[in-house]
């Protein structure tokens, strides 16, 4: 198996949606675009992946929302080092369709009282749900691994949510351990780097807001 040196995962730069939310009324969230600003924040990431990546060969795994494009396209990686790959199973959670702020808003202080991972949108989706699909993607994400030339480098352009979500997943997160963790900024990344003992570490922690709160004792 031909496990990659590293695992990138890269938060989108800022949104439309991230400056304004009133926005998702007028405009589906797959379709908001990145802000100049936003852009900006692509490109300074692009920087420092291309340093780091170097003359390697990526394989590139971008959710299908127009502003995840839109941060990769400004990453400015060699189109002839990457292979890109739209994965569905990496997009946003799913807050419903034509989204009213004023219900999303009241929406968003249940799911604080109930919970991040478990809480569901009306209509859309909760973190357990987002955490099952972003699973079944790892599965697969591993058999790709068999391929003999697979590249030393996976860069996965995706969500906030998404990325924490994957970091649990693969590192046997509990719940509490996610409800605790801040998401990343926009351009954002965390790295998976893989040691000498086979084992991969995480090169920086997620921010935490509280302590974990577990109902009882694991690992």
């Known amino acids: 198996m031909a496990r990659p040196r590293r695992i990138v995962l890269v938060r989108h730069g800022e949104s439309t949606g991230n400056v304004d939310d009133s926005v998702y009324e007028r405009e ?6 990145l802000t100049e600003r936003g852009r900006q924040e692509a490109e300074e990431t ?51 369709n034509w989204q009213d702020r004023d219900d999303v808003r009241l929406q ?14 009306a209509q859309g989706e909760s973190g357990a749900d987002v955490y099952d699909r972003v699973g079944g993607f790892l599965e697969s994400l591993f058999r ?24 649990m997943r693969w590192f046997h997160w509990t719940v509490a351990e996610f409800e ?7 351009g954002e990344t965390r790295m998976l780097v893989l040691g000498d003992d086979g084992r991969y570490t995480m090169d920086r922690p997620f921010e935490r807001w509280r302590d974990p709160e577990p109902y009882g004792i694991s690992g």
């Not at 249940?110 to 991040?116: K, Q, S, T, W």
């Not at 790709?144 to 970091?167: K, Q």
């Open 180 to 186: 605790a963790l801040s998401n990343p900024g926009n």
């Open 108 to 121: 968003k202080s249940y799911r604080d009282a109930y919970g991040h991972f478990f809480y569901r949108f």
């Open 28 to 33: 589906p969230d797959h379709a908001l675009a």
């Open 46 to 96: 692009g920087k420092e992946l291309r340093d780091l990546f170097g003359r390697e060969h990526v394989s590139v795994y971008v959710s299908p929302y127009r502003r995840t494009h839109e941060t990769l396209r400004a990453f400015h990686l060699d189109p002839g080092l990457i292979r890109v790959r739209e994965e569905p199973r990496l997009r946003e959670q799913d807050w419903g």
């Open 144 to 167: 790709s691994f068999e391929a003999p030339d697979h590249p030393p480098n996976v860069l996965l352009v995706t969500h906030g949510l998404a990325m924490r979500l994957f970091c």
